[in-house]
């Protein structure tokens, strides 16, 4: 099925610089989701972002959604060494209905480190 | 304080033992997915279930079965596991596919 790839595949910044990463898509969505994991654990939603918006913030993290280009990207400002972990985009893809899909489809995730 | 819990954590077993990996979520949520996790491949979806009695197929289904007889829990069964269902396990629940979905904890499944 398809499958958000994220970009790039790992990132290594200062503390207090802005992290910037990248979701592709192969179809068209009803929203996309950014989910951030913690060495092993369980991941946690972080931001939802519908179809026919293109841009929502949340904290210090911000999200553009572009659907003519079928990408996402997830900026977070100011970073910190608490910030270190893995992010996904989560796709639900719409069916020919304009329904969902009834699932959620997550990309292989960038790895980010932040260098205090 | 609303939770998915995930039963065991960490499981070491042997070719063919049938084990099951429990999950429960107490937010009345009527979407739950299994997903497995492996280096290199992402999240991959094993099986969903929109409410009671209607579960679904994901992508990697193959080896798992599960059941939903109570909205609360959605338990994983491996009959006869392989080497290959070495993985680390999540459990995840949402009030609809397309919501915030909530993960447990994982369970490290290790398949001798």
């Known amino acids: 099925s398809q499958q958000g790839e994220e970009d790039p595949q790992a990132l290594s910044i200062q503390e207090g610089e802005n992290a910037t990463m990248n979701c592709s898509y192969k179809?068209?969505?009803?929203?996309l989701q950014w989910y951030r994991q913690n060495s092993g654990r369980g991941l946690v939603h972080l931001i939802l972002i519908r179809s026919n918006e293109r841009e929502k913030h949340s904290g210090r993290l911000r999200v553009t959604l572009d659907t003519s280009k079928k990408s996402s990207s997830l900026l977070i400002t100011a970073s910190r060494a608490a910030d270190t972990a893995s992010y996904f985009c989560?796709?639900?893809?719409?069916?020919?209905?304009?329904?969902?899909?009834?699932?959620?489809?997550f990309g292989k995730g960038t790895k980010l480190s932040v260098i205090p | 304080e609303a939770q998915v819990t995930q039963n065991p954590r960490y499981l070491i077993t042997v070719t063919g033992k049938k084990l099951t990996v429990t999950c429960s979520q107490n937010?009345?949520?009527?979407?739950m997915s299994w997903y497995r996790q492996d280096p290199g491949l992402g999240l991959r979806q094993i099986y969903y279930s929109m409410n009671v009695e209607v579960t679904d197929k994901g992508d990697v289904p193959e080896g798992y079965k599960v059941s939903r007889k109570e909205k609360r829990n959605f338990p994983l069964i491996l009959e006869s596991p392989s080497p290959n269902q070495t993985s680390l396990y999540f459990c995840?629940?949402?009030?609809?596919?397309?919501?915030?979905?909530?993960f447990g904890p994982g369970t490290r499944l290790t398949v001798l």
């Open positions: 179809t068209s969505i009803n929203n």
């Open positions: 989560a796709t639900d893809p719409k069916r020919d209905s304009g329904a969902g899909s009834y699932q959620l489809t």
């Open positions: 937010m009345n949520h009527e979407y």
């Open positions: 995840a629940s949402s009030i609809t596919s397309y919501n915030e979905q909530f």
